[in-house]
Nanobody
Framework: QVQLVESGGGLVQAGDSLRLSCAAS????????IGWFRQCPGKDREFVAG????????YYADSVKGRFTISMDYAKSTLFLQMSTLKPEDTAVYYC???????????????????WGQGTQVTVSS
């Protein structure tokens, strides 16, 4: 089992950057596939980026490709989402998620993840 705690959200202006953190405790973080999702009120949870343990690579939604970057500090069991050139449409609650058994083709499917953080609000003003 793994516990996830996000942090780093806040209010920024369009064009600014922000880095979200997801601290993991429990079992070894490196044995999990992980994902970042976001959700706006009244909308479904949307895949942002993920790391496939089996493939050993990261994947990004088209809407954030080139602007967002996943990185991991395995020594600190912390996942990061570096967000640059933020846009008002990036406003959402951001969640990190982890699961031992998510296949590469399933990284973007929220239902495939067992463990979730509590979320952190990101608001981008125009």
């Amino acid at each position: 089992q793994v516990q996830l705690v996000e942090s780093g959200g806040g209010l920024v202006q369009a064009g600014d950057s922000l880095r979200l953190s997801c601290a993991a405790s429990g079992r070894t973080f490196g044995t999990y596939s992980i994902g970042w999702f976001r959700q706006c009120p009244g909308k479904d949870r949307e895949f942002v980026a993920g790391f496939s343990r089996s493939a050993g690579r990261t994947y990004y939604a088209d809407s954030v490709k080139g602007r967002f970057t996943i990185s991991m500090d395995y020594a600190k069991s912390t996942l990061f989402l570096q967000m640059s050139t933020l846009k008002p449409e990036d406003t959402a609650v951001y969640y990190c998620a982890a699961d031992h058994h998510v296949g590469t083709s399933e990284l973007s499917v929220p239902a495939r993840y067992t463990y979730w953080g509590q979320g952190t609000q990101v608001t981008v003003s125009s």
